[in-house]
């Protein structure tokens, strides 16, 4: 009970972290499922790009970044820019200032931080980019991008400094938000974001093939090490515990083997039947077991025999031997006849007599290839 005691402070003290941190990691979960479960109810196929699936752009019609807050590689970049150029839609949703950047600025375009964040940012243009337009939406963000391009369209902002860019890249389009707040779960609450995020969606093919990246982008050149594969093969104590499980799996396998040449199975080393008659003879005689030794040698044999000919062993011995005969099993001579008659008799046998028709079957059985064994 004492040592029950002393343990159980330091528990309930572990339970409560736990409860603690999967409160937290709940509300992550449930901000970062936001868009992947709305995007599914849209009927979009979605891939979420994880460590475990990095992006394989071309199987992708739309790559949508959301919340970024670590910077692509220039490589990734470069990728990413190709995918648009042949035919793809980006779409890439805030994040950190550093993390966007360099998205931004491959289109030659300027992040401006603001001096104070911008709560709201209304509908740039007069003439309507979406068919149901929202004149305002709940951005609050710290930064902003300054264009002077006429090609970008600015779609919410306001002298220039844009919340909401869209323009064409080759034969495909980009979409820029320096918001992260519009498309969480605190910013869909508001009805003039959801639209914005509905007009968004309606531009997008139907049935759109898309890869949703969650905070951060992975690709093969991105993705972490596996650590249980650095663990065990990176490491001197991971490649001793592989070297020591290598060994014990040989001796456990080895133990008790003896080696040499192996012997080739000949079909003349099998016992007959009736030695193993004579044996079970011997060792059940002072028993006066013979009629069981009897009993089992013909159910074996009827057995046989009705397998052979698809007939009921169970049956009595006239309307087996009717069976038999309408099968037309039974030979001229009334072998079998006689063979399964001497075998339903009740008297009891001498170990001669016992031997004497054990071999009998045997022979039978030879002659007639039956399978079985006694």
Known sequence: MKTLHMLSKPIFTLLIIILILSQFSCDSLEERSLIFSILRKMKFRVTEITPYTPAELKRYDV????????????????????????????IVCGGKYEAIEGIITSYDLKLRMTQNMLRNSRRYQDDPFFVNPVDEILVETDYVVRTENQVVAVLYGSDNAATVLSFRHGEGRVYLTTSSYLFSWSGMNHAPNATFFYNLMSTLPNRARIGLAQSMYFSDESKPPNAFVELVFKTPGGLAAVYVCLILYIFLTLRGRRFGRPMDIVESHRRMSTEYIHAMTTLYQKGNTRTDILGHIRHQFRTEIGLRWRVDATLNTSAFLEELRNKGALDEDDTLTVLIQDLDRAENRTD??????????????????LKGSY
């Open 352 to 369: 001669r007599q016992l031997l004497d028709i054990a071999k009998r079957v045997e022979e039978y059985r030879e002659m007639y290839k």
């Open 63 to 90: 790559l949508f970044i959301n919340n970024l807050y670590q910077p692509l590689l220039e490589s990734e970049i470069d990728a990413v820019n190709n995918f648009v150029v042949d035919g793809g839609i980006l």
